[in-house]
């Protein structure tokens, strides 16, 4: 199996296309793998807070290579994309908060992969800090998903949405030094998955800060990112099989 570290060796061959679609008025710029129209398992990518980034753009890559075809999401739309990380931190805050456009433009991906080659029924939902409280969303939204993924996710709710029925599958790919998820945050979550009867994971990485699978943070952590990625394989690999 391809371990996500160090990945540009080797994908240079591999390119990704730019795939524009719309969310009303407000043009959006995905991105998908270019091996697409096989009619193979699709997997959805929700990037982090600053929108389309060097990390979703290698796991595209090697999840083509794993034989996926691969989408990453456009969230913010075209001229929305966030320059710094107070930006990123307001606009994201607006989807954390308005979690129903967030779902609609989960919904909107998930329409662009199935058109990209996706079958219909083997998709499933990863996503990266944001994007992580993204593939929350998209397990809450109900979509007909077979399982979810959120890596370093913010996982917490706002206490006054209900807990509802959770029908597909999640992993919750957690650092153990995030300083963002409480325990009384991770609590919730667990009360929440099992009020909702899910099939969930919880997997917590030692020694690590929240950005822990990126390369480029200072929270990176190459060991426990390696094991991070083998589960996502694994994950992947049964939910979709």
């Known amino acids: 199996m391809i371990c996500l570290v160090g ?20 043009k959006l710029n995905g991105l998908v793998t270019t ?20 990390e979703a753009k290698d796991a595209a890559l090697a999840l083509e290579k794993e034989g996926y075809v691969a989408f990453i999401a456009d969230i913010y739309g075209e001229g929305n994309v966030p320059k710094d990380n107070a930006a990123a931190g307001k606009i994201a805050g607006t989807y954390k908060s308005d979690y129903k456009a967030y779902q609609q433009r989960i919904h909107l991906a998930l329409e662009e992969l199935k058109k ?16 992580g409280t993204g593939a929350l969303e998209a397990a809450r939204a109900q979509f007909p998903v077979k399982g979810v993924i959120s890596i370093h996710g913010g996982l917490a709710k706002d206490p006054a949405r209900p807990n509802a029925a959770l029908t597909t599958k999640i992993l919750v790919e957690n650092p153990a030094e995030d300083k963002g998820v409480t325990p009384e945050i991770l609590e919730a979550l ?9 099939d969930w994971q919880l997997i917590t990485y030692a020694h690590s800060g929240h950005t822990f699978t990126d390369p480029a943070s200072a929270d990176y952590n190459k060991v426990m990112a390696d094991r991070a990625w083998q589960h996502t394989l694994l994950f992947l690999a049964e939910v979709l099989q």
């Open 7 to 26: 990945l540009s060796v080797g994908l240079s061959a591999q390119e990704l296309k730019q795939v524009k679609y719309s969310d009303g008025a407000q």
């Open 35 to 54: 091996a697409v129209g096989n009619n193979k398992p699709g997997v959805l990518i929700l990037p982090a807070w600053k929108g389309i980034d060097q």
């Open 116 to 131: 990209a080659g996706a079958q219909a029924d083997k998709i499933a939902v990863i996503g990266y800090c944001f994007g």
């Open 190 to 198: 667990k009360k929440e998955l099992n009020d909702g009867k899910a």
